[in-house]
């Protein structure tokens, strides 16, 4: 059963403390990508990646980090120094350059 | 820079209507590939409608068609019959050969109303 999951669905944390998101792949796409979502905007790209152990900011990557140790997982950080984390989280993924991208179902993180 | 632009926050539409979302973008790029994301309550991005800028031919997708004026630099999604289960959040969006990134835009909140 080919896909992307992000896991958990819904997180809580306490402001200060670092989390940590998971995305999974095993559709065997190249790029990964991470995008926050909040309330009247669109998607905002966080990071991607288009080959192992290599990755780019995007436009909002202040205060997140990621690693692409393997193809198929792309985990994105939210660190203290993030002054909003609250928001939704989506993975993403594309076989290459022109082609569409495809989504995992999301993360809900709330930080009180 | 590049960007798109939808200028339709909300829009709704009767139960077996037609309704036109409509989109702009900009970019210096010449290859591209322009797309339209549906985002149900449930919160899952599903790719509705795919447009290749080199093709003159307008793109359809059974209910779903696309009216793409590369001169203009404009995208629109006509929804033909619309079903309740089409009512979601719409994200125009584009990619350019040359990188790796999308460009969304802000949505278009569509209610079809029964």
């Known amino acids: 059963d080919g896909g992307i999951t992000q896991s958990p669905k819904y997180l809580f944390r306490k402001e200060g403390q670092n989390v940590t998101l998971s995305c999974e792949q095993n559709?065997?796409?190249?790029?990964m990508y991470w995008y926050r979502q909040d309330p009247g905007q669109g998607l905002r790209l966080i990071y991607y990646s288009q080959i192992v152990n290599d990755f780019q900011k995007g436009d909002i990557a202040e205060g997140y980090s990621v690693s692409r140790e393997k193809k198929e997982s792309f985990p994105l950080t939210v660190t203290s120094a993030q002054k909003n984390p609250t928001a939704f989280y989506l993975c993403?993924?594309?076989?290459?350059?022109?082609?569409?991208?495809?989504f995992g179902p999301g993360t809900r993180l709330t930080v009180t | 820079a590049q960007t798109v632009t939808q200028s339709q926050p909300e829009m709704s539409v009767q139960e077996a209507e037609t309704v036109t979302l409509s989109c702009t973008y900009d970019?210096?790029?010449?290859?591209?590939?322009l797309f339209w994301y549906k985002q149900p309550p449930s919160r899952q991005m599903i790719l509705v409608i795919r447009q290749e800028a080199y093709k003159q031919q307008n793109a359809t997708e059974n209910r779903f068609s696309v009216n793409f004026q590369k001169a203009a630099k404009s995208f629109s999604l006509k929804i033909s019959d619309s079903q309740l289960g089409d009512t979601a959040m719409y994200f125009c969006a584009f990619g350019v050969n040359t990188g790796n990134q999308f460009y969304f835009g802000t949505g278009t909140s569509l209610t079809v109303i029964p």
């Open positions: 993403a993924t594309a076989p290459g350059r022109g082609y569409e991208q495809y």
């Open positions: 559709l065997n796409h190249d790029a």
């Open positions: 970019t210096s790029e010449n290859n591209y590939y």
